[in-house]
T-cell receptor, first 114, second 117 residues
Framework: GNSVTQMEGPVTLSEEAFLTINCTYT??????LFWYVQYPGEGLQLLLK?????DKGSNKGFEATYRKETTSFHLEKGSVQVSDSAVYFC?????????????FGTGTQLKVEL | EPEVTQTPSHQVTQMGQEVILRCVPI?????FYWYRQILGQKVEFLVS????????KSEIFDDQFSVERPDGSNFTLKIRSTKLEDSAMYFC???????????????FGPGTRLLVL
């Protein structure tokens, strides 16, 4: 089956620090990979995605590269802000005849302090 | 920008009561999904729906759950007899038809927080 493993949180950083949140996956078939973000009290927002090997997804200063050889999709940002405090979910989907259900990791809470 | 909407934002119900959660997917999307997130836990897939029928469901989606697209815009999740463990945030999502560019991306609504007492 499909699964996503991401690093445990919470992760606490000072503003302007470098962020890495690790994500690895197992999948039957060729997955698309995603990072979703959940701000406090809100729903899930797509942050970035990559649909094939070596693709780099990027948005709002965040980046992640689809690494097929290491089955990873680590999230990085060079300089975090307090406003980046949220829970980050790594996810994958494999398109089948039934659609493309998402399989999520457990989420990593990020706290950014001044 | 088009978005998925959900109502109500919060619902409190007594154990054993029926609840209906409502969603309006993005208008040109054809695949619809429900997920749930128990407080502090991961987001879990419940069901996907296409062409007026369930296309896939998880083991969580037992006989007490049902989904329906009663008209051209709404997509509903019904829980027939709620249990305490049904307390969770329920998210609706939608995506484009298969074979369309961007088909892999699901867009989520803001969620309905259900509390069963």
């Amino acid at each position: 089956g499909n699964s996503v493993t991401q690093m445990e949180g919470p992760v606490t950083l000072s503003e302007e620090a470098f962020l890495t949140i690790n994500c690895t996956y197992t999948a039957t078939g060729y997955p698309s990979l995603f990072w979703y973000v959940q701000y406090p009290g809100e729903g899930l927002q797509l942050l970035l995605k990559a649909t094939k090997a070596d693709d780099k997804g990027s948005n709002k200063g965040f980046e992640a590269t689809y690494r097929k050889e290491t089955t990873s999709f680590h999230l990085e940002k060079g300089s975090v802000q307090v406003s980046d405090s949220a829970v980050y979910f790594c996810a994958l989907s494999v398109i089948t005849g039934g659609g493309n259900k998402l399989t999520f990791g457990t989420g990593t809470q990020l706290k950014v302090e001044l | 920008e088009p978005e998925v909407t959900q109502t109500p934002s919060h619902q409190v119900t007594q154990m054993g009561q029926e609840v209906i959660l409502r969603c309006v997917p993005i208008s040109n999307h054809l695949y619809f999904y429900w997920y749930r997130q128990i407080l502090g836990q991961k987001v879990e897939f419940l069901v996907s729906f296409y062409n007026n029928e369930i296309s896939e469901k998880s083991e969580i989606f037992d006989d007490q759950f049902s989904v329906e697209r009663p008209d051209g815009s709404n997509f509903t999740l019904k829980i027939r007899s709620t249990k305490l463990e049904d307390s969770a945030m329920y998210f609706c999502a939608s995506s484009l038809p298969l074979g369309t560019s961007g088909q892999e991306t699901q867009y989520f609504g803001p969620g309905t927080r259900l509390l069963v007492l």
